[in-house]
């Protein structure tokens, strides 16, 4: 698995997350648990969704290349 996902991207995936869950919890709706997959893409560092689009904005982050293992994908 490769990380697709860079810093800035996470840092927005990590606060929708947390918005989608509390809008979730607010309307009482199952909604919310898409939330939970944001934080995880976020979490790992990959997203699959950017795979048929060969979107990859880990890329832009300076030394932090998945062979080092910098964006967190355990390499």
Same mark, same amino acid.
Not at 24 to 49: E, M, N, R
């Given at each position: 698995?490769?990380?697709?996902?860079?810093?800035? +991207?996470? !840092? @927005?995936?990590? #606060?929708?997350? @947390? !918005?989608?869950?509390?809008?979730?919890? $607010?309307?009482?709706?199952?909604?919310?648990? @898409?939330?939970?997959?944001?934080? !995880? /893409? !976020? $979490?790992? #560092?990959?997203?699959?969704?950017?795979?048929?689009?060969?979107?990859? /904005?880990?890329?832009? +982050?300076?030394? /932090?290349?998945? #062979?080092?293992? #910098?964006?967190?994908?355990?390499?």
């Amino acid at each position: 698995m490769k990380c697709n996902v860079g810093k800035v +991207d996470k !840092a @927005i995936r990590f #606060g929708a997350g @947390i !918005a989608v869950i509390l809008a979730g919890v $607010a309307y009482s709706s199952w909604f919310g648990l @898409i939330g939970v997959v944001l934080i !995880a /893409t !976020a $979490a790992i #560092g990959f997203c699959p969704a950017y795979l048929p689009f060969k979107l990859n /904005t880990s890329k832009n +982050d300076e030394g /932090t290349s998945c #062979g080092s293992g #910098g964006c967190g994908c355990s390499r």
